[in-house]
């Protein structure tokens, strides 16, 4: 059909037929030429939209990637500081494990503790979990303990008795046992995981690689847990900000 012939329509023709070969409209082939274009102009739209839409992703990702690498660290941080080099028990490249009070929970006895007692007169004792370690210090030894129950307003259930006695006002502390270490993932990456207690998480996950490193008061590496003074956490991502460095000095 030459789209610059006029045709007579038919009356006979239908409505449609007419319109498309009305030489005043618009002939088949530049209809068909229109709605490739439309086409053509619809998935290019398409394509721009899924460009967009995977950067946004990616951008979305490393954002949450690293608030995860902040907030992980802020963690690490708070409770190493915490430890002391008596509270140690493991210092290597793939795993730091010592002893802490992470939730500051203290209270003191109230009454003298008698050799065989497992129920302790405290000052306060809410909030002190079931299985928890406890210790309890009087003025030249103490005796380390599990709860038998959740810490009550006034008692600590002990699930063994004392073996010796205690002054009242003798001091009581959780014990909890906090361990970072490496887990390796099929993919190649790494995680830091945090274990308190027994329960492991994920504390850090997707990173390239991960390593801890001690230093004693005179600025020397070392393994030895009564010689450390300071934790060094060095960690390799294939996100932005590629190697992140923290340095926590625990207490003396």
Not at 92 to 116: C, I, M, Q
Request: charged fraction near 20%; proline fraction near 4%; include cysteine.
């Amino acid at each position: 059909m030459n789209c610059g012939t006029s045709i007579i329509p038919s009356p006979r023709r239908q409505p449609w037929v007419r319109i498309l070969s009305d030489s005043d409209g618009v002939c088949l082939s530049e209809l068909m030429i229109s709605l490739a274009i439309g086409a053509a102009v619809l998935a290019t739209a398409l394509s721009t939209l899924n460009i967009v839409q995977a950067h946004a992703g990616k951008q979305h990702r490393t954002l949450n990637h690293q608030q995860d690498l902040r907030s992980g660290l802020e963690v690490f941080e708070q409770e190493v500081r915490l430890a002391t080099a008596d509270e140690i028990e493991t210092a290597a490249s793939k795993e730091f494990l010592f002893h802490a009070n992470l939730a500051d929970h203290r209270t003191t006895t109230t009454t003298e503790v008698s050799p065989g007692s497992s129920v302790l007169p405290v000052l306060d004792g809410r909030g002190w979990g079931e299985g928890k370690t406890i210790r309890l210090c009087g003025q030249h030894v103490c005796e380390s303990h599990r709860l038998a129950r959740p810490g009550q307003r006034n008692q600590l259930t002990l699930a063994e008795p004392v073996g010796m006695s205690f002054p009242k006002g003798a001091a009581l502390q959780v014990i909890n046992r906090v361990k970072y270490y490496v887990k390796g993932n099929e993919g190649g990456t790494s995680n830091l995981m945090r274990m308190v207690d027994g329960g492991a998480g994920v504390l850090i996950g997707g990173l390239g690689d991960l390593q801890f490193s001690y230093w004693n008061d005179m600025g020397q590496g070392t393994t030895q847990p009564s010689q450390v003074k300071r934790v060094v956490l060095e960690i390799h991502s294939s996100q932005p900000l590629h190697r992140m460095v923290r340095e926590v000095s625990i207490r003396s």
